[in-house]
Structure formats: structure tokens, C-alpha cells
């Protein structure tokens, strides 16, 4: 059959090398560009009703030439994306990214690996990923680790895995209702706890009721007398207390959670120790950071993320588990497709979809090695502990002006505030609606992206200060901008007489 011997899918076998060649080169310049220049940029700009109806197009059937494909993306994808390159986006725990991470996944897409397992050299890179993770924590020779697409998996994972040591690996057939199984499991974690917890219970079939939400102290850690007091309810009522969830960097106020004495409670209670560290756990890396993280190494599971502090692209999650057996147990299925042999491709064992839920999985280590030896552990660390270091210099300047009120401790590199203008006469419902829209105000100004929290029950404007492109004086223009835009919508709502101060307002700079 003749035709099929002159069949191609370009641009996968392109006709004209030197042309794609040509285009790839100016598509990776305009990045270069793009990134290179992020400053004069707006932060973040709303879509154009027109932007976005071009992309209700219908499925295409004829193609189309890569420089139109690559105009469409320059023109209507890069202007409106979420905007966290940029050094004054601070709404989310959200990393920066590097070139090299970037140029990282290049490199992975045109080798197109599919790390699910075989004997291949791209696993080796990410079971190297794990041994330097291993040593960071501090754990035994046992453990294994998996790279996945951040914290909400690996804090799945590492339920699970907690789940199938609890129950027995029986379970796994049997069902977390078998009444052979003995009584209910039971587990906490802080009310502060990132929502992905209470989901992962929720997917694993234990059920939300099943998790804990222990209150927290005035610096908004677990409150360790409250847990001990739970569990023994627990106990009393017949119950099986199996997983203590501790927080190292909490999602809303940066809150670590007292690990070494969390390890030291779940030890007597014979309990699983996992640490949600999905942004702060990687605060082992700055000296000044990581005796606060003092007892991570006595946990049993640890989930991070290294495109948050990590400065990783998107996505690279990671789950680490102190006895890889634990993993196996919990995940390994015997199958005939992915039958194994001493010799060839199909040696290696174990292999990644052993340790976790994936088959297919892409060549994420590759971005993260290359982090991690272009910039050194050092000069990671340095930037992470500079966040930290900015962090308290914008607590600094909060405290110092009247109109600004700061709404929780700044523990790393979070800080929640408001705008408050004690002589407005708004009232505190007021107040939370008039830095909701302050919020968006600034959003929407392209100047800065903070984001919205609820504190003690209040609207709290939440900077999060991840990436390791912003300085000093982009936190002077964030506070500038508050306070400009805050006064205007006193002074309009005072002169409109409205009661609801979520009116809009003109946010040009």
C-alpha cells in the first residue's frame, strides 16, 4: 500500500527542517523575550470577550501553519495567563519558574518518555530526584519517593499508603467496609490543613467524617492539648485512630504546625505521621528556615511541591515515604503488560507504577534535576529565605500605618492584612466587602496580584511571596496601590452614600 509509505503528521516529520527549525527558534525567543522583559508587563489583565469566543472554535480539519498557530498563542494565550512569572504576583503559593526548568521541558517533550516504568535512563534521573530528597529529610536508605502533579496527589498518596498499613493490603480487595477489618479509622489534622486533605479522604473512601479538623492556637498550629484529647474521645467510642496530618507552611497564613511534638504523638499513639509540606517543607533547604521544621524527619510520608518554593515549572509534586514497602503495598498490581524480566526493557523493577496510581506519566524530573544542579541547593535556599526575609519587612510597614491592619503572625512567608480606615464609619461587613473589591481592584489594575483569605473571621488581603523575582520595592508598590485605592473607595463610598462600598471603580494606574 503505497500511500502509506508517503504518509507523514507534520509537524512531527516536517517536509522543511530548516523551516521549523527557524520558527522553534523564534517561538523560544519570544519567551526569552517575554520573560526577560515581565516587568514592564501588567501582572495579570482581564480576557477580551473576543479572546476568549476564539476559542469556542469548532474541532479543526485542516491544518494550519505553525507561525499562525504560534501568532494565536503570543496574541491571545500569553497576554492572559494567570500571570505568576511576574515578581508582584503574590495572590497564590504560586513558584516563579526558570529558564532552565523551561528549557528542561523542551528537552522532555522531544524525548517524549513515558516514565510509567522500563528500564530506561529517564528513571534513573527521577530515582535520583528521590535519593537527594531522601537525604534532605533525612530519612533511611528505605524510602521511595514519586514525582506526580503536586500536593493534592501526593497528600492522596500518602493517604492511601496509610490507609493499606492501617488496614492490611487485603483491603485493597476487600474494601475499607469490610466489618473483618475491625473498627472505623480516624484521623486529624488541623483546621488550618489545606482543603486537599479533606478531599483525599473524601476520594479514598474513608469518607470526610472520618478526618478530624483539630482547632488551632493564637499562631494558627494544631492545638497539641485538643488533638491528644480527641484521639482518647476517639478511643473511647470505639474508634481506630490511624493518621495525624501535620502542616509545615499552612495554605493561609504560612502557619507550621509544632512537627517534632505531632511525631512525637503519633510515635505513642502508634499512628501514621504524614506532613503536608506542600510549598513549606522545601524550607529545609534555607539554613535560617529549617530548624523550624525540626521533627519533618520523623515523619512517615512528607508531600511538596517543587513548583512552589522549588521554583520548578509546572507541575512537579512529589511524595516521599520512609519504607518503600509501604508503597508497594499499597499501589504494586500484578499485570501481564507489565510483566518483568532481568534482562531488556522490561527490567528495573520496581518501576514508578508501582509506588503510585499512574501508568503514564511524563519526564517532570528532568525540569526538576535541571533546577536543581543550574542553581544548587545554595542558591535555592538563599531565595527562600530572602521570600521569608520580605516577608517580615512588609509585616514591618503594615504595623507601621494606621490605615493597615495585620490579621495573623507571619511564621514564613505569608502575610494576611486589611485596609482599614478607622474614620470611614464603615462597618466590619463593610470593611471585608471593601477589600474584597480592593482585592480585585488591584487585580484587574494589572499592578499587583494579591489574594483574598478569611482570618478570625474577617476578609484579609493575602500576600504570598514565592517568587524569587520580587524585591523590596515591589512590596512598596503593592502597599502604594492599597492604600490609593483603598482611600478611593472610602472617599466614594462616603460621597455615593452606598452601604455595599462594591461599586465599581476605575483602577488605571
Known amino acids: 500500500m503505497p500511500e502509506l509509505e508517503s504518509f507523514s503528521l507534520d509537524p512531527a516529520s516536517p517536509s522543511d527542517w530548516s523551516a521549523v527549525r527557524a520558527q522553534g527558534h523564534r517561538m523560544l525567543d519570544d519567551l526569552f523575550d517575554h520573560l526577560a522583559q515581565i516587568r514592564e508587563r501588567p501582572v495579570w489583565q482581564p480576557i ?21 498557530a504560534h501568532g494565536r498563542f503570543m496574541t491571545q494565550v500569553l497576554p492572559y495567563a494567570v500571570g505568576n512569572t511576574h515578581p508582584r504576583f503574590m495572590g497564590w503559593v504560586h513558584g516563579g519558574g526558570t529558564v532552565e526548568g523551561m528549557l528542561a521541558e523542551m528537552l522532555a517533550a522531544g524525548l517524549n518518555a513515558n516514565l510509567g516504568g522500563r528500564d530506561q535512563m529517564p528513571l534513573e534521573v527521577e530515582r535520583q530526584i528521590v535519593r537527594w530528597m531522601r537525604d534532605l529529610f533525612a530519612f533511611p536508605a528505605t524510602a521511595g519517593g514519586l514525582l506526580v502533579t503536586g500536593s493534592s496527589m501526593a497528600n492522596l498518596i500518602g493517604v492511601l499508603v496509610a490507609r493499606t498499613r492501617a488496614l492490611g493490603v487485603g483491603s485493597r480487595e476487600t474494601g475499607v467496609a469490610d466489618p473483618s477489618l475491625g473498627r472505623p479509622l480516624v484521623a486529624y489534622t488541623a483546621a488550618s490543613a489545606h482543603g486537599c486533605v479533606a478531599q483525599a479522604f473524601a476520594i479514598s473512601g474513608l469518607g470526610t467524617q472520618a478526618l478530624r479538623h483539630v482547632p488551632v492556637d493564637a499562631d494558627h498550629r494544631m492545638d497539641l492539648v485538643a488533638l491528644e484529647s480527641l484521639i482518647a474521645a476517639d478511643r473511647a467510642a470505639g474508634l481506630r485512630p490511624f493518621l495525624v496530618v501535620g502542616t509545615a507552611g499552612t495554605v493561609d497564613t504560612g502557619a507550621v504546625d509544632d512537627l517534632d511534638a505531632l511525631a512525637t504523638v503519633a510515635e505513642r499513639q502508634q499512628m501514621w505521621f504524614h506532613v503536608d509540606g506542600a510549598f513549606g517543607a522545601l524550607g529545609m533547604l534555607a539554613p535560617e528556615i529549617a530548624p523550624r521544621l525540626r521533627g519533618i524527619e520523623r515523619a512517615d510520608s512528607i508531600a511538596l511541591d517543587f ?4 521554583q520548578v515549572p509546572y507541575d512537579a509534586g512529589f511524595i516521599l515515604v520512609r519504607d518503600q514497602a509501604d508503597q508497594l503495598a499499597a499501589f504494586a498490581s500484578p499485570a501481564a503488560y507489565l510483566a518483568r524480566h532481568p534482562r531488556g526493557l522490561a527490567a528495573g523493577s520496581p518501576w514508578p507504577c508501582d509506588l503510585g496510581p499512574d501508568l503514564s506519566r511524563g519526564f517532570r524530573a ?22 521569608c526575609r520580605l516577608a517580615q519587612r512588609l509585616k514591618d510597614r503594615i504595623d507601621a500605618h494606621p490605615l493597615l491592619e495585620r490579621l495573623a503572625p507571619v511564621a514564613l512567608n505569608i502575610v494576611c492584612f486589611r485596609y482599614a480606615d478607622p474614620a470611614s464609619g464603615l462597618s466590619a461587613a463593610q470593611v471585608d466587602r471593601l477589600n474584597t473589591e480592593l ?34 520595592s515591589d512590596l512598596d508598590v503593592l502597599l502604594d496601590a492599597v492604600l490609593r485605592l ?15 462600598p462594591s461599586f465599581p471603580l476605575e483602577t488605571t494606574p
Open 48 to 68: 477580551p470577550a473576543e479572546v476568549r469566543a476564539a476559542f469556542d472554535a469548532p474541532l479543526p480539519a485542516a491544518p494550519v501553519a505553525l507561525a499562525e
Open 307 to 310: 513548583h512552589k518554593w522549588g
Open 366 to 387: 528532568l525540569k526538576v534535576w535541571f533546577t536543581l544542579v543550574t542553581h544548587g541547593t545554595e542558591r535555592l535556599g538563599a531565595a527562600i529565605g530572602h521570600s
Open 439 to 472: 482585592v480585585a481592584d488591584l487585580q484587574e489594575s494589572g499592578i499587583a496580584v494579591p489574594s483574598t483569605t478569611t482570618v478570625g473571621g474577617r476578609t484579609a488581603i493575602r500576600v504570598a511571596l514565592v517568587n524569587h523575582r520580587t524585591v523590596a
Open 486 to 500: 483603598g482611600a478611593r473607595r472610602v472617599r466614594l463610598a462616603a460621597t455615593t452614600r452606598l452601604p455595599d
